[in-house]
């Protein structure tokens, strides 16, 4: 019984593919997001969804698309992969209140 | 943006000593947590703790909202307590900022 549950867990990619990651929530919350975690472990957040509406976009770029079908589903599309976008990808959900989060288990993207 | 000082950077510890990890912030929060992120790269709820104290087991957590700062407290410490500690904050525009973490090594 996951609670926060990515797809896939480990991604290798040539660089110019297009790659998304799944993410699903069987908490009930109501917020979704997406953080990165680089090569020094500093995580930081990409992207806020609340009710399936974006709330939190911090500067991404323009090749990284979130969409969210549902309030219990975020997936993250990736366009044109650079190496520089290789990292560990985290989804996580929260309520309104208690907002504290939780976290999937993460995918670990290699862009060769 | 709020800031996010986690201290100390790193910590080595024989089995069965006792420590206490620091976070610092910057600005009123309405979330702080406490997450710890196994050698598996698994990121793990250990506390909500926007205020007040709280204790599970061999771990507690106290945060002093009105100063800005909160400890985490890990008694009799295990090899398995070994990796990383995050303090992630939220002053209410609903996304967590984490501090740097620290690097927790307990050796046998």
């Known amino acids: 019984d996951t609670a926060v549950s990515q797809t896939p867990k480990y991604l290798v990619t040539q660089m110019g593919n297009d790659k998304s990651i799944k993410c699903e929530q069987n908490l009930g919350h109501d917020t979704m997001y997406w953080y990165k975690q680089d090569s020094k472990k500093f995580l930081k957040i990409m992207f806020s969804y609340n009710n399936k509406e974006l709330i939190i976009n911090e500067t991404v770029p323009n090749r990284f698309s979130p969409k969210s079908p549902d309030k219990a589903h975020l997936n993250l599309h990736i366009n044109s992969l650079e190496l520089g976008d290789s990292a560990v990808y985290f989804c996580?959900?929260?309520?309104?209140?208690?907002?504290?989060?939780?976290f999937g288990q993460g995918t670990r993207l290699t862009v060769v | 943006g709020i800031q996010v000082e986690q201290s100390p950077p790193d910590l080595i510890l024989q089995e069965g000593a006792n420590s206490t990890l620091r976070c610092n912030f910057s600005?009123?929060?309405?979330?702080l947590q406490w997450f710890h992120q196994n050698p598996w790269g698994q990121l793990i709820n250990l506390f909500y703790i926007p205020s007040g104290t709280k204790q599970n087991g061999r771990l507690s957590a106290t945060t002093v909202a009105t100063e800005r700062y909160s400890l985490l407290y890990i008694s009799s410490s295990q090899t398995t307590d070994s990796g990383v500690y995050f303090c992630a904050v939220d002053t209410g525009r609903r996304a967590l900022t984490f501090g740097s973490g620290t690097r927790l090594q307990v050796q046998p």
């Open positions: 600005d009123s929060v309405n979330n």
């Open positions: 996580a959900s929260s309520q309104v209140q208690p907002p504290e989060a939780f």
